[in-house]
């Protein structure tokens, strides 16, 4: 450790990225992270300098602040009191999950309070436990981050309580990272479903499509999850032949985003191109209400319009794209950056 600053000093060509390295907010914070979700000791340390993200049935604690709405941290003295006036022990604490921590390195924690009367907790705290899926679209996207990560975990948690081998009951560690069968000594860790997020276009027009439980006038991406034993590619391929009947030439991988509905996957976003010539629709009714080719200008239009709720008569004659939020926007948001830049 003596060796870095030195050589700083002398000014050798590689120290200053060393320095870095070393130096980086970003290292320092996974690195502690890291050691929180290994060792138990640190993370009940921890405990008493972290803040706390409240759930209730995994709905998550806001407050609203005009018209936007915040999730408050809750620091550990508070988190404490409010456990106490609740009834409850200070050892409630223990069922957190670690999400992450500040550029300060404080860490933060999702505490689901789920077995306790919901109005009592929101007369004390002064919000109310929302629905997620308003939730996600309501948040600073730190907040969304933080929160629904927190959601999976606590998900997770709930529904792995037992080891698949042996039945018995398994044992999370403190930050939530895994849960251990002493039976058997299976560990097991939380996991994500893969789900692959296409744009299909064949030069001038995009696909999209709509399933009949979304929201009225709304299409979308075609997507879908990834089998057991397919790379990315062949998803990619195998969905888009299933749902809407044609062959991709090309693809290539854009961007992936952590999506919690309906319970918790990777999108994995990627383009695909087919032949114009053979870009005849066959649409799979198992799998969608409609599939449909549109311009350059018709998805402009859709991209300028506000989402609307599903209660909302709308027009049928236009439709609306999925908001900023979902990767499914910034996909269509390259089709069209892309198309203003090939030559007409």
Request: net charge neutral.
């Amino acid at each position: 450790m003596v060796v870095i600053p030195v050589a700083c000093r002398v000014g050798y060509r590689k120290v200053p990225s060393l320095c870095y390295r070393f130096c980086s907010t970003y290292i320092r914070r996974m690195r502690y992270l890291s050691e929180l979700k290994e060792d138990d000791d640190a993370c009940r340390r921890a405990y008493n300098s972290g803040s706390f993200f409240l759930f209730h049935n995994l709905s998550p604690f806001l407050q609203q602040k005009g018209r936007t709405f915040l999730a408050p941290k809750i620091n550990a003295p508070e988190m404490k009191r409010i456990l106490m006036k609740l009834s409850q022990s200070e050892r409630r604490i223990e069922d957190s999950m670690l999400v992450g921590c500040s550029e300060e390195c404080t860490p933060y924690f999702a505490l689901d309070l789920g077995s306790l009367e919901r109005t009592a907790i929101e007369s004390e705290l002064g919000g109310s436990f929302a629905d997620s899926w308003k939730a996600y679209f309501r948040l600073e996207e730190e907040d969304t981050a933080l929160i629904f990560s927190g959601q999976a975990l606590l998900r997770w948690h709930h529904n792995n309580k037992y080891c698949g081998k042996t039945g018995q009951p398994t044992e999370k560690n403190l930050s939530g990272s895994k849960r251990v069968c002493h039976s058997s000594e299976i560990i097991y860790y939380p996991q994500m479903s893969p789900v692959v997020i296409t744009l299909v276009s064949d030069g001038s027009r995009c696909l999209l499509v709509r399933q009949a439980s979304f929201p009225k006038g709304m299409y979308t991406a075609l997507s879908g999850f990834c089998d057991v034993g397919e790379s990315l590619e062949e998803t990619v391929r195998r969905e888009v032949a299933e749902e809407v009947g044609l062959e991709v030439e090309s693809l290539w991988y854009s961007a992936s985003q952590h999506w919690p509905f309906p319970n918790s996957s990777l999108m994995i976003g990627c383009h695909a191109t087919v032949c114009p010539q053979q870009s005849k629709i066959s649409i799979n009714r198992q799998e969608l209400e409609a599939a449909k080719w549109f311009s350059l200008e018709e998805v402009e239009q859709a991209l300028g319009r506000a989402p609307k709720p599903s209660q909302e008569e709308y027009d049928s004659l236009s439709f609306w794209v999925p908001p900023k939020q979902a990767i499914a926007h910034r996909l269509i948001q390259e089709w069209v950056k892309k198309q203003a830049v090939i030559p007409a």
